[in-house]
């Protein structure tokens, strides 16, 4: 079912369900009314004709006489009177123009303590007549035994209770119409956004990632979207234009070692004698290497990317970490002429993957070194903050251009292209260690300045010792 045809469901349902209460109270109201009044005012009618009766008693022909002005003079509710003899079981006077014949019951006391009864009676007449009845003796206690009884046609109550049930009915049925017309234009109008921007999605394609929706002024929850939308669509942009980055860069990349594996190839094939085979076979070498260190590095950034937490975790001591490749580097280092100085700290624990970690840590003071001069130092320091680990590599090396500093950790980024190919670098590294920090629940930063070296510095969440 389309979202439209249920809102139109909806609120004419809601509609109907307030109508039919307001109508239905509105009804039990007014007849709740009509036959309260009814009732008071056939027990008015009742004590006036006891009235009448005590006050004429004595003198039949003027009690007669007064009875039936008083029930013929009653033309809205049509009326009748008796009075009966309960000792010798006879009527005394009848007055019943409507129903005359229909009065062949004898009038039975049912109140409790001498007090008046009522009763309904359905009769027929010619037509037919719901009439209710008040019986009771008269007060006076020398008349006990004569009973008075006032009947009152219902009918037009009825009439006027059934009437408005009609009127009623008919509003409701012109407020379903109106309320099916009015849903739909109310689900119309309320979804003319939404089709405005489905409308503008279906034209926006991968190469036109530009394009934004039309944002509306007002804060309403389509205006939320439309800014929702646009912001997902400059996320999409940007990482388009990041994957055609790295596609360019990657293409780039894998050309140069590839052009000059097939340099080297071409001289080993015109090679004179076995030592230039040697060293063209030992230069093709190094470029498969170079080309197989970029596709691994290539290959876990992908690998990375697809994860939003590491394969494995558990709790690794960060100092444990530095002792796995702590000889690796120190040999390193040595080679370079540089110092290698690590200040270990035993409650730097936090909850990750140990070989994610190690290639953290390696990546980062493998730059250190190999853009630091010799003679210099490279300091790592471990230490523990209120709930994270902090990891700290600095270099007394060549430094990162000010400009440079925001895109270091961008893939096949090199703030010096020439001598970072000669160090052996992809460009991949940092990029690399920005992942492994992200899928750790951390973050990595740098401050550097041209010639006095860098400090990377990686903030991860701690974890107490036996966690």
Known sequence: MKLRTRLVAWYSGVFLASSAALVTAMYAVVAHKLRNDFRHYLEDEYAEACRITRDALNDWTELRRDVEVEVEGNRYFPMSYRLYDARQGSELIVVAPKWREALDYRPELGGRGGQPS?????????????????TGPLDDAESRHLIVEVGMSYTRVYKRLHSLREVLLFALVVGAIASVVGGWFLASRSLRPIDTVASALEHIEAESLSDRLPERK????????????????SRLEQSFETNRTFTADAAHELKTPLTALKCRLEMAADAGDG?????ATRDCLGAVNDLSHLIDNMLLLARLDSEQRPRETEPVCL???WEDVREIFEALAEQQGVRLDFRPDDECRVAGDRALLRRLLSNLVENAI?????GGQVTVILSRGQGTCQVAVSDTGIGIDREDLDRVFERFFRADRSRARARGGTGLGLSICRRIAELHGGTISVRSERG????????????????
């Open 118 to 134: 009522r009763t309904e009676r359905q009769l027929r007449d010619g037509a037919t007549h719901l009439v209710h009845f008040v």
């Open 218 to 233: 007002t804060a309403d929850e389509i205006g939320r979207l439309t800014a929702a939308v646009n912001r997902m669509l």
């Open 275 to 279: 030592g230039d085979l040697r060293q």
């Open 319 to 321: 100092s444990d970490v």
């Open 370 to 374: 190999s853009y630091t001069r010799s």
């Open 452 to 467: 006095m070296g860098s400090t990377f510095c990686i903030t991860l969440p701690a974890v107490r010792r036996g966690a």
